[in-house]
């Protein structure tokens, strides 16, 4: 009997851990078991005739919200191609409604509901043997025209389950995809829009099996393994002895994972602020609303002090990347008070914050609850929200708009020290740069078109003139910056017109050739003539200075506790925002501190700079040379310098 366990995944660089998870289980029996990974884009033609040239006799999905509309249309497909094949669906997507998705699709012959691996095992036995379904706790089945759910199956003893890690066909591939790893299953809170809540208690793997198969991953050369643990700092044993072998073993390899940032504690912080490899390791922490009331109507435990210190410590450690998610329209978010969750979280400002949409998900507390707040939402999957008894949909489309330009200009980091300077001097918060932003790109009609990397810079500029923005020189000045940084080569064009002349750029060669000590030691250790340097260095001055300028939008920034509309620009800071900067930032930071023994020429790498915050007094005093250089180390990034002028 040839099996087949198949998906599609979201990108061509994820992995599936499902099916190899049941492959993993069935083998030892079941030895013609294949896998086949897909995308959703892959067209449906393409995937049905890959799978009919396999000739399977079973093939299993496993399916999510983000595949269950691509994988129902071809399980049509299939059966009129195949009839004789079982179809068997799996996953968090059918395992709580079975019947509707047996009821909607004819040719689905089985759902496995839960953990699959044993489920699915029991099932193949039946549909090979004796073919009574009835004795398959945890599937549903038809017979004839009847459809049946059978009771559920006890959970698993994770230990039991052998490891899904040690394909041998997987090992080429471990370089260039994202390898998914859990070391636990199941979620100790009860948020009523995840599905996460379901399963009480938390399981976990035993740690020296984990730490075997992560050694072996690494050994084989994964680069980016993400843990699928709900919450992988609930046991704070067990992820702090994952943390020192980490550390330990990474060799180069990145690690992502999901954490409660508000039950983080002191020692953990500081083990990891002290510890931490730059790059190692990225966190992702679920924020999702600032608002009490919301929080409490979705059963959601959250202390936003607590989760800030924890968040601007690691932030001040500089070792840790941060992911903060928001959700808008939960019970009782309107417009207003996203605005404010918005700026709270904002005010941390994370590497990367991603506010993404309520999906009603089927088996989840507050699809159940719909008609209570009014919800209107998607029929199929992502089953995203369309209005709420506080949000209507023209309040929808207002934050799909900010959540464009925020992807593009916050979270791409291409316009760091740019947005930074507008979010922080410019604008009254920064929601209102990206809401007013997003609009006026809506009205120029620029969602319908693509853009290339200049056309973030010059549709920025372009806003911000037409609104009368001030400071103009100074903004332009940063995103010549962030245009340089943006690239690993010198750029080939620009796209402002103000370049400087040939006479002058020739000058600042000219010297910069004969004392290249003012730039840099390593600089002047290269002994570069004009011509090389060429090739490697783009020049321009900048009618301002341009240091107090990075000194004003660098360091650490928390004003969470002040509320939104005083977030930027207050004259003072509360007793709760000076206690928890005291605690979490430096001395020199948390203080204003000076610029003693600043150099004539500054020198920091791309996306590094690291700098006191505070107003920028003196940039209008005078003019900057910007020096930036390429190529310059194996790092490939960027680097600039400053001469005063």
Not at 264 to 273: G, K, N, Q, T
Not at 348 to 354: D, G, I, R, S, V
């Amino acid at each position: 009997m040839r099996i087949i366990l198949a998906t599609l995944n979201a990108k061509y660089i994820h992995t599936s851990l499902a099916i190899r998870l049941l492959k993993a289980y069935s083998e030892h029996e079941f030895k013609d078991i294949l896998l086949a990974e897909y995308t959703i884009k892959d067209p449906a033609m393409n995937i049905v005739s890959d799978l009919f040239q396999k000739q399977p006799d079973v093939i299993g999905f496993s399916c999510y919200i983000w595949n269950i509309e691509e994988t129902i249309k071809l399980v049509g497909i299939l059966k009129q191609v195949m009839p004789e094949v079982k179809i068997v669906l799996g996953g968090p997507e059918v395992s709580y409604e079975p019947l509707y998705w047996m009821k909607r699709e004819a040719g689905v012959d089985f759902v496995v509901n839960g953990d699959g691996e044993e489920t699915f095992h029991h099932l193949l036995q039946e549909i090979r043997d004796e073919h009574k379904y009835h004795f398959v706790y945890g599937a549903a089945y038809r017979k004839g025209e009847e459809l049946i759910v059978n009771p559920p199956r006890p959970k698993s003893d994770l230990n039991t389950l052998p490891t899904p890690h040690r394909f041998a066909e997987d090992l080429p591939e471990l370089s260039k995809r994202i390898v998914y790893f859990e070391t636990s299953r199941g979620c100790p809170f009860n948020c009523q829009f995840c599905l996460s809540s379901i399963e009480v208690g938390v399981r976990y793997y035993d740690i020296e099996r984990v730490k075997s198969d992560l050694l072996y991953l690494i050994e084989g050369g994964a680069k980016v393994i993400k843990f699928l643990d709900r919450t992988f700092n609930i046991n704070r044993n067990y992820a702090m002895e994952m943390f020192q072998f980490l550390i330990d073993n990474h060799q180069g390899c990145v690690f992502q994972f999901e954490i409660t940032a508000d039950i983080m504690r002191p020692e953990v912080l500081d083990f990891l602020a002290q510890n931490a490899p730059p790059g190692v390791f990225r966190f992702e922490i679920g924020v999702q609303s600032t608002n009490d009331e919301t929080n409490e109507l979705v059963k959601r435990r959250q202390n936003f002090t607590k989760l800030s210190r924890t968040v601007m410590k690691i932030k001040a450690s500089g070792n840790i990347d941060q992911h903060l998610d928001l959700i808008a329209g939960l019970p009782m978010e309107d417009y207003d008070t996203f605005r404010k969750t918005f700026n709270d979280v904002f005010a941390m400002e994370p590497e990367e914050l991603q506010l993404g949409f309520l999906k009603m998900l089927r088996g989840t507390g507050l699809r159940a609850q719909a008609a209570k707040y009014d919800y209107t939402y998607m029929e199929h999957a992502p089953y995203e929200i369309l209005s709420s008894h506080v949000m209507p949909f023209a309040d929808i489309i207002r934050l799909k708009r900010l959540e464009d330009v925020l992807e593009k200009y916050w979270n791409s980091q291409r316009l760091a020290h740019s947005v930074k300077y507008l979010i922080r001097h410019v604008f009254p918060s920064p929601f209102d740069f990206f809401q007013e932003f997003g609009d006026y790109w809506e009205e120029r009609g620029w969602q319908k078109i693509g853009h290339q990397l200049e056309d973030l810079f010059t549709r920025l500029h372009d806003f911000l003139t037409d609104r009368g923005t001030a400071s103009m020189d100074i903004v332009t000045g940063l995103m010549k910056l962030d245009y340089f940084l943006a690239h690993k080569y010198k750029p080939r064009k620009i796209w402002w017109d103000d370049v400087l002349d040939k006479a002058e750029w020739a000058k600042h060669l000219k010297q910069i050739a004969s004392q290249p000590e003012l730039i840099s030691a390593k600089l002047a250790e290269a002994g570069l003539s004009e011509r090389e340097l060429q090739k490697f260095i783009v020049l321009d001055e900048l009618p301002f200075r341009l240091d107090p300028v990075l000194e004003s939008i660098s360091g650490l920034r928390y004003d969470g506790e002040l509320g939104a509309e005083a977030a930027v620009g207050a004259a003072g800071e509360g007793e709760a925002v000076a206690a928890i900067k005291a605690e979490v930032l430096p001395p020199a930071v948390a203080g204003g501190g000076g610029s003693e023994g600043r150099a004539a020429a500054t020198a920091v790498a791309a996306g590094s700079g690291v700098a006191l915050p505070g107003p920028h007094p003196g940039a209008s005093d005078g003019r900057t040379l910007l020096v930036v250089l390429y190529q310059q180390d194996e790092s490939q990034r960027a680097q600039y310098y400053t001469l005063p002028l």
